[in-house]
T-cell receptor
Framework: SQQGEEDPQALSIQEGENATMNCSYK?????LQWYRQNSGRGLVHLIL?????REKHSGRLRVTLDTSKKSSSLLITASRAADTASYFC??????????FGTGTSLTVIP | ETGVTQTPRHLVMGMTNKKSLKCEQH?????MYWYKQSAKKPLELMFV???????ENNSVPSRFSPECPNSSHLFLHLHTLQPEDSALYLC??????????FGEGSRLTVL
């Protein structure tokens, strides 16, 4: 399987701290995406990084991609209680197939 | 509001029932997907439709039957399900291999 695997499975931090979560995958990809899911809801797209990119920013989010290590990281700076959610990475290879991992559950304590 | 609407949001059914989940996207996308989300498991890609043609069926049991009558609508017909099929079923759409737009999901409970 070429699904992404997020690490850690769970993360608990204080409001204002930075949160870092990682994603590893198994095969070559065209792009890697990060999604967020609030409990029992649908997933919301956060950011897409292409295989020829190394870093991308969007507001308080910073994503890096290392294709040689087949890994990516998502950094959320100055976390807020509203950032509490599960975060997933999704990878694709050939065709319209996106594979997700089990996610990182982030809890931001006010 | 993501532009992808799923109904019903909650469904309880017995193992002998027949029911359907519906998904509609208002984004003009050319691809639609069904995913299954169970506790502590990765999202499982079930079916992919491109331009109404099914392009992927990831070894999904025949008790799940998809239907895509046009590029805006996707159904998942359910028949003779098992309790382990209880899960959150998520529909998504995309334009080519781009960002996925998800619906809020249909929470299915099989008794």
């Amino acid at each position: 399987s070429q699904q992404g695997e997020e690490d850690p499975q769970a993360l608990s931090i204080q409001e204002g701290e930075n949160a870092t979560m990682n994603c590893s995958y198994k095969t070559s990809i065209n792009n890697l995406q990060w999604y967020r899911q609030n409990s029992g809801r649908g997933l919301v797209h956060l950011i897409l990084i292409r295989s020829n990119e190394r870093e991308k920013h969007s507001g308080r989010l910073r994503v890096t991609l290392d294709t040689s290590k087949k890994s990516s990281s998502l950094l959320i700076t100055a976390s807020r209680a509203a950032d509490t959610a599960s975060y997933f990475c999704a990878t694709d290879a050939l065709g319209n197939q996106f594979y997700f991992g089990t996610g990182t559950s982030l809890t931001v304590i006010p | 509001e993501t532009g992808v609407t799923q109904t019903p949001r909650h469904l309880v059914m017995g193992m002998t029932n027949k029911k359907s989940l519906k998904c509609e996207q208002h984004l003009g996308h050319n691809a639609m997907y069904w995913y299954k989300q169970s506790a502590k498991k990765p999202l499982e890609l079930m079916f992919v439709y491109n331009f109404k043609e099914q392009t992927e069926n990831n070894s999904v049991p025949s008790r799940f039957s998809p239907e895509c009558p046009n590029s805006s609508h996707l159904f998942l017909h359910l028949h003779t399900l098992q309790p382990e099929d209880s899960a959150l079923y998520l529909c998504a759409s995309s334009q080519d291999i781009g960002e996925l737009f998800f619906g809020e999901g249909s929470r299915l409970t099989v008794l």
